[in-house]
């Protein structure tokens, strides 16, 4: 049977390859051997080429009146199975998975099948946080949480670890900004009955054009926004250009989620910033509020990107809890859960503390 | 000169006026009495029982504590009036006096302590708790009720000192209005800290702003108009100062203290 899937061994010993995070080249765990990307990509493109052929003809074959009469249309379209290269089990993954790792034998697998009809991302960064790394930044985004429920840290056993290149765009734009505002000066007079304030009232506009580059948008629909948005900033000046070989050893999700269906969340962050901008130069004035605020785009574009991302997932109380690092910066993000006697301890001590004191300057004040 | 001259001979006619009237009342001659009503206020039986009342503290705590009622000060300031009169007839007592003068043409009242009764009982109590027992029932013409009230007061002010060696002062009581505020306070802190606490278990957030994404070197300004449209003027009037009805410190000259006010 032909192989559905490429795994990238090492020529001189067989053994799965990696790219090993801070690392610019292939690396053979086992046997040492370095390896240029270049010479990688090209040594298995003919291999993607056939395993993606493969892979054709084989969900050529997904009819429903063959798929089990237990899935629906849906569903197998969703769920698809590939053939681990390395020791030939039945590999199950979603629909947007384009490298994965075998579950049975632990080698890195790539879906080429997968890449067909996709876009090509243009860029990836590639991970320089280990596992170990992602496990102990874990540890540290523990301490000094007050609040942790006491079983939470000494239960505690990460379930899952998990790199993963997720897909983002990156979107560049030029715009031209409007604001007016409404600015006010005071000219305080004080005389002998009563103090008189007069208050100029301006309005102010102002125009100017500014550039952003590279707002990360993820395209993954199953990544929660606000983690990938918590996640930021990435160092694009250690962004590469896009080859497979960056994959080997990690998880990676095509994008679901289209540049156009992305621009909103983009534009969204772009309007508040550029109105910031146009903020800061009203000056002169003792204060100023925005009246309204007009955002042009005149030029845009976008990019495809992987970025490098640890998905670290723990369970506590039959909940599950996931936290993230960034693959290339190790921010770490999450939310951990909170022990509610803790919280109204903590909230006892903060009210009875301040008591007296406030006690004392009230009566100060009140005479 | 003149007008020196006219205030010293104001002032020791009305002098004269007053011990006229302790005169009329100290057959004996040894004490000056505690109440001398000038002004009519009091019915006679009421005013042997504010006399028996007012003999009685006097007694309990060695102190004299007074009331003078007179129709007007002739024009004189009612605190120099108190004083001059306490000076005068009630300087002997060993452990202090306290004289309560009221002067019904402008409806003045004035509460005047000597140096030895000022350590007793504070001016601001004099102006505070002291005036609050009595004030109510001098609006109302209640004249004798105020007196006994303005009497049962010192002797609750007295015990207190005897009892605690010290002056009342309510800046060491209690305050339920200071707690209660202090209560909500805390209150409103605590709950901010329990919030903030729980907030940081999560590093979680929406981004809002692509500023980090903005080549700041890009931004140019390519106009602004700033149009000047109207003004606005507020006016707040200071507040006036006015005690009517209310207290105030008298200061202290001479040693003297207490307070007075209108009602």
Known sequence: ??????????????????????????????????????????????????????????????????????????????????????????????????????????????????????????????????????????????????????????????????????????????????????????????????????????????????????????????????????????????????????????????????????????????????????????????????????????????????????????????????????????????????????????????????????YFIAKFLIG | MKKIFAVVTLLVSLLLTVSTGFAATTAAGQQYPSFVDGAALVKPVDKTNLLSNLRQIETKHGIRCAVLTVKSTQGMNIRDYAQSVQDQYFANAPKGSILMVISMDNRKWHITTDSAMRTKILDKVVTGELKDAFINDLKKGNYASAFNKYGSKVDELMSYYEKNGEAYDPSNAFSFGAAGIAGLLSLLFGGSVKKSMVNSMSNVTNAVSAGQYLKRDTFNLLGGNDRYLYTHTAVVPKAKSNNSGGGSSSGGTGGHGGGGGSF
């Open chain 1, 1 to 358: 049977m032909a192989d559905t899937s490429v795994s990238y061994k090492c020529p001189n010993c067989s053994a799965p390859l990696s790219f090993l995070p801070g690392n610019d080249k292939v690396t053979c765990e086992y046997c040492g051997t370095e390896f240029e990307v270049k010479t990688i990509e090209e040594m298995f493109s003919r291999q993607e080429e056939r395993a993606a052929q493969e892979a054709e003809a084989k969900e050529a074959k997904w009819d429903t009146e063959h798929a089990g009469s237990e899935f629906t249309e849906d569903e197998s379209a969703y769920l698809k199975t590939f053939t681990c290269s390395s020791c030939g089990a039945e590999l199950v993954c979603d629909e947007n998975t384009i490298a994965t790792e075998c579950c049975y034998c632990g080698n890195p697998t790539m879906i080429p099948s997968r890449f067909k009809g996709m876009l090509k991302p243009d860029y990836v960064i590639p991970f320089k946080k280990t596992k170990e790394e992602a496990v102990e930044a874990l540890k540290k985004f523990y301490e000094g949480r007050k609040l942790l429920p006491d079983a939470f840290t000494a239960n505690n056993r990460v379930e899952d670890i998990q790199p993963m290149y997720v897909p983002f765009w990156l979107f560049d734009s030029e715009v031209t900004a409007s604001a007016v505002f409404k600015a006010e000066n005071d000219l305080v007079i004080d005389t002998p009955d009563a103090i008189v304030t007069e208050t100029s009232v301006y309005d102010v506009e102002r125009i100017g054009t500014m550039k952003f580059e590279r707002i990360p948008v993820d395209g993954s629909e199953k990544m929660d926004d606000a983690y990938m948005e918590s996640i930021e900033p990435f160092d694009y000046s250690e962004m590469v250009p896009f080859t497979t070989a960056y994959l080997t050893g990690y998880l990676a999700d095509k994008y679901d989620v289209s540049a156009e269906a992305s621009v909103p969340r983009a534009d969204k962050r772009v309007e508040h910033s550029a109105a910031g901008v146009l903020d800061e130069t009203v000056t002169g004035y003792m204060r100023h509020q925005m009246e309204s605020c007009a955002v042009r785009k005149d030029v845009g574009s976008v990019k495809y990107a992987l970025v490098p991302v640890w998905i670290l997932t723990t369970r506590y109380n039959n909940q599950p809890y996931t936290f993230m690092m960034n693959g290339q910066t190790g921010k770490f993000i999450g939310s951990l859960p909170w022990d509610k006697g803790k919280a109204t301890k903590y909230q006892a001590l903060a009210t009875l503390i301040p008591l007296p004191i406030i």
